[in-house]
């Protein structure tokens, strides 16, 4: 019975590290992941605090859309900025 509650405090201490210190591209990978082998994507979702549809190809979470084109400044202001540097001796 001990072997039980020491794994069960390993396994919950695990998953909070997961949930805390991993980036979230890769819980999102984790719970795609798991989903493939039949878990249920949103528990792992809530459970990993990620988007459940990301990693799936849906398009829904924004990681697989283009980039917006940046926005150029229409003043008549010079092409080049200068930075002055003003030596202490």
């Given at each position: 019975?001990?072997?039980?509650?020491?794994?069960?405090i390993v396994?919950?201490?695990?998953?909070?590290?997961?949930?805390?210190?991993?980036?979230?591209?890769?819980?999102?990978?984790?719970?795609?992941?798991?989903?493939?082998?039949?878990?249920?994507?949103?528990?792992?979702?809530?459970?990993?605090?990620?988007?459940?549809?990301?990693?799936?190809?849906?398009?829904?979470?924004?990681?697989?859309?283009?980039?917006a084109k940046?926005?150029?400044?229409?003043?008549?202001?010079?092409?080049?900025?200068?930075?002055?540097?003003?030596?202490?001796?």
């Open positions: 019975m001990q072997e039980v509650i020491v794994a069960l396994l919950f201490a695990v998953l909070q590290v997961c949930r805390k210190y991993l980036p979230a591209s890769l819980r999102q990978r984790m719970v795609y992941a798991l989903a493939k082998k039949g878990f249920d994507q949103e528990k792992l979702a809530k459970l990993f605090r990620t988007q459940s549809d990301c990693g799936s190809g849906c398009g829904s979470c924004g990681s697989c859309d283009t980039p940046p926005v150029v400044p229409t003043d008549a202001g010079p092409k080049q900025r200068v930075i002055t540097l003003h030596v202490q001796r």
